[in-house]
Structures are given as structure tokens and as C-alpha cells.
């Protein structure tokens, strides 16, 4: 984050690249300092036990975890964007993706405000309702389950974007495994080099993608089935929470 903030000052026109990856720098201190507060253990204190306090941590955890994906989605499509042909129609892009960064960080941060405003209403502290009222997130907040229906139809909606970021990652990943299949192709072709026990540039580069990608995304899926659980059963114990905190954080 600090090598990202000075080459936003000291450069006047900073990389694309260099305004997501700076994005994604804050938002991931962020989580991780909500999750100390969140977890149990010397960090945790009575003084935290009140509803101002919850709702502005756990808004603030899942708002960056929302963030969180929304902006990689945003980073894999500027990556295919870069490495595309200047005649293809994602080439054209590339001239003025600078200012197209810009107004789809401010877009994606409004998003990811207004999709996680609804946990304003719905997160209090533990000590202000009975057990059979809530559904617990460590030990002194919880999600009240008295507007059961609102936060599920919430939930869902959440999801739905969420989804749809990660599918927009899927096919930007798939294109520039596609382009750098065709370029691996051309290059034997031009160079001789079929006969070659090297791995490839683009063979390399591939694995990495396919790799990045999957483990994005099966990390995604865990969490996701996790969450769909604790809504449907009303079920929250220490074990799962914690599992969810790793795969949230990995």
C-alpha cells in the first residue's frame, strides 16, 4: 500500500494497474484488522459489547470482503485487456483504460456500500437479545433473526453480484488463457520450436492463471456454501466460523 501511494504521487499519471492493486491493498488491511477485532482472544473486550460497535465492524468486514472480489474481478478483465491484440475489440480499450479504472473503483465502492447497508439493521450485540434470537458471529455480535426474510432476500442479492463478478473473472481468465494458447502456437510455427522440451512463456503463464484462478474460486465456493448453510439451518458454531474467517482471508 505504501509503494502504491507513492507512485500515486510521485508518478502524475499512474498505471491502472498500480490504482487496483493499491485498492486492493487497503481493502485487505482492512479485513484483516477487522478480523483481529472479531477474533477471540487477547484483542477481545467487553468495551466493544455494544451495537455501534458490531455494526460497524462487522459492516466494514463484509463490505471489504464484497470489495474484495469485486476489485480482482476488475483486475483480471485490465489484465485481459492489456495483453490483447491492438486490432481485437478489447484493444481498444486499452488507450483509455486509465479513466475507465477510475470511474469503476467509484462505482464498485457505492456498490459494495449500498449492498452492505442492509447489516446496519440486522447486526447487534450479543448481550442485548436471548440465544434463541440471534445468530452469533464470535463472541459479542450477532445478526438478530427477527426480520428473517428481509436478511435472506439480502443474502441472496448479495450473492447474485458476487457471482457475477466471479463469472466475469472465470471468462476474463478464459480469454487470455485462449490468447496465450494462440500466441504459444504462433511461435512454434514461426520458430520451429514444436520439438523444444522448454516450457514456454505462455505455457508458464497459463499454469499460473489456471492456478490463481482455481484456488480464487474454490476459496470462493467454501465460503459461499458456508454462508448458505448458516441461513438455511440458523447454525453458526465456533468450528464453521472459524473455517469461514480462513477461507475469507485466504
Known sequence: LLFRTLTLFLDHRPKPHDLLTGNLALVHI???LTTVFFSPGPF?????QNDVKCKALFYLHRMMRGLSICTTC???MLQA???????????RFKQKSRGYIIHSLVF???LSLSFSS??????VAASNVTQTQVLSFGKYCSLSSARYLRWSLFFMLIQVRDVSFVGGMLFSSVYMVTLLFRHQRRSQHLHNMSLSTSISPEKRATQIILLLVSFFV??????????FCTIVLLVYGPIMLGVQRLVVNA
Open 30 to 32: 482492512l479485513v484483516l
Open 44 to 48: 477481545e473486550s467487553p468495551r466493544f
Open 74 to 76: 476488475l483486475l483480471s
Open 81 to 91: 485487456v492489456t495483453i490483447s491484440p491492438s486490432s481485437s475489440w478489447l484493444g
Open 108 to 110: 464498485l465502492w457505492f
Open 118 to 123: 442492509n447489516l446496519l439493521l440486522f447486526t
Open 218 to 227: 474454490f476459496m470462493y465456493w467454501v465460503d459461499l456454501v458456508i454462508s
